[in-house]
């Protein structure tokens, strides 16, 4: 029996994934998943299974780990590294005997002999390490809700975030607790949840780039493009529809002040950090305070202050060098690593979650981890983990290696600045996202029938 997939969008140009994911079944195309490289946590729990079995000889087992993709690139060096760390504790944490997990049989077997490590490791196996829950509360007092973590381990002191109603400013994160206080201050930076972090996957957006290059010729080939026709006319006839070869940035000036947007087409994982760093670019030569909204097509940078935008662009917003620099000054690297580090030594098998019905809480987890990440940090700065946990953050949390891959096709196109006068069919939906986080009297669907009956006026 053949599947049906129903494809529900959340607004009209949504439509573009429908027709090239159409496309992309109809072609036989599978989507690619990059497999993890050198996961010294996933290693260090496979090692501890097999000793808490018949164990292990290190000098057989390594040409076999070479043998698979996550550690084909596993040296010799690391190796040694991490048969010290299990059986001694490596260099910060040898003299305590908890984390001498492993011993040598005399035979040259590894075997984990004592039996209250061997079952803590068999209730703690799994690679799967949730997402906890943070509590956001008033710096005076007041519990306001519940913000995944990961949320707001991107934010630094002084950040506002619009959540539960109010504008907050974010002061700290203190024992699992986010400490805020009121703002007046307007943004558009609200909370994200998994469900709505899932991007676009690299694949399905060149197929948008497809369709989008066909557009532009004037070819509506797809149901679902000549279902769009009126609305990418409408595009093409107050700004542009970008073909391949193009970077569509619109420049507007409004009442609420400058908004600049551009529509790499990337997916929203990589709009989000690619904002963060056209913002800091843009704000090294000037004090600026930008509002940030992406979707999956492009993001939205609004300033109250005039920007001159051409002005920029000739300073080369886009270059590589000292990439790995602005990223790491735009988002809070040492907070996210930090967060990291606990799922890292959670399957490690550094911190035990708890027994059965007696679990322990993330307050406890998080003050533990954080207590290994600074002694690891201050005693033993080469500890693989660390290095692991810095280096998944980077090409994970923070995508670098598709920014950069995003950044290399942007500096293949020629850029085409457009100023419609008004809202344009492409900005208006990153305009909605960012509307939603307005503070109003008015319901953000009347908000959107003034707009548009405003767009159909002109």
């Avoid at 590294?81 to 260099?91: A, C, D, H, S, V």
């Avoid at 002040?257 to 800091?280: K, N, Q, S, T």
Wanted: aromatic share 10%; hydrophobic share 40%.
């Amino acid at each position: 029996m053949a599947s049906e997939i129903y494809f529900v969008p959340t607004h009209a140009l949504e439509l573009l994934e429908a027709a090239a994911l159409r496309d992309a079944i109809r072609e036989g195309e599978i989507e690619t998943l990059p497999g993890p490289q050198l996961t010294y946590d996933v290693l260090i729990q496979f090692l501890l299974t097999l000793a808490v079995g018949g164990g292990f000889r290190p000098e057989e087992l390594y040409p076999c780990l070479r043998q698979t993709f996550a550690f084909r690139q596993l040296d010799p060096k690391a190796y040694a590294w991490i048969l010290r760390f299990i059986t001694q504790g490596g260099e910060a944490l040898q003299g305590y005997a908890e984390f001498s997990k492993v011993q040598e049989d005399g035979q040259g077997r590894l075997l984990i002999k004592d039996k209250r490590t061997a079952m803590r490791h068999r209730l703690s196996m799994g690679t799967i390490v949730s997402d906890p829950m943070v509590k956001v509360r008033f710096k005076t007092g007041g519990f306001i809700g519940m913000i995944e973590e990961y949320f707001i381990s991107k934010l630094k002191p002084g950040d506002k975030f619009f959540f539960a109603g109010r504008s907050l400013e974010f002061v700290q994160l203190k024992d699992m607790q986010a400490l805020v206080k009121r703002s007046s201050a307007k943004t558009s930076n609200i909370p994200s949840y998994m469900g709505g972090r899932i991007s676009l996957t690299s694949r399905l957006s060149e197929k948008i780039k497809d369709t989008l290059d066909e557009v532009s010729r004037g070819i509506y080939r797809q149901e679902e493009t000549r279902y769009l026709e009126p609305l990418l006319r409408l595009q093409q006839k107050l700004s542009l529809v970008p073909d391949r070869q193009t970077l569509l940035i619109e420049h507007q000036r409004t009442k609420e002040g400058d908004h600049i947007y551009f529509y790499p087409f990337e997916g929203r994982m990589v709009h989000e950090i690619l904002a963060a760093l056209v913002a800091y670019r843009l704000s090294v030569s000037m004090p600026l305070t930008f509002s940030i909204a992406m979707n999956d097509y492009g993001f939205e940078l609004l300033s109250d202050a005039a920007l001159p935008i051409e002005s920029y662009l000739e300073e080369d917003l886009f270059r590589m060098e000292g990439l790995e620099e602005d990223l790491a000054a735009c988002i809070n690297e040492s907070e996210m690593a930090k967060r990291k580090f606990r799922d890292v030594a959670t399957i490690a098998g550094l911190i035990f979650q708890g027994f059965p019905g007696k679990t322990a809480t993330f307050k406890h987890l998080q003050s533990h981890s954080g207590l290994l990440y600074s002694v690891f940090e201050t005693y033993d700065p080469d500890n693989l983990l660390l290095e692991q946990a810095r280096r998944e953050v980077m090409s994970v949390a923070v995508s670098e290696d598709q920014v950069r891959a995003a950044l290399q096709r942007i500096n293949g196109k020629r850029i085409m600045l457009k100023r419609p006068g008004q809202f344009t069919p492409f900005s208006f939906p990153i305009l909605v996202d960012r509307l939603r986080a307005t503070l109003s009297s008015e319901s953000l669907e009347d908000r959107i029938v003034k707009m548009r009956a405003a767009l159909i006026e002109e």
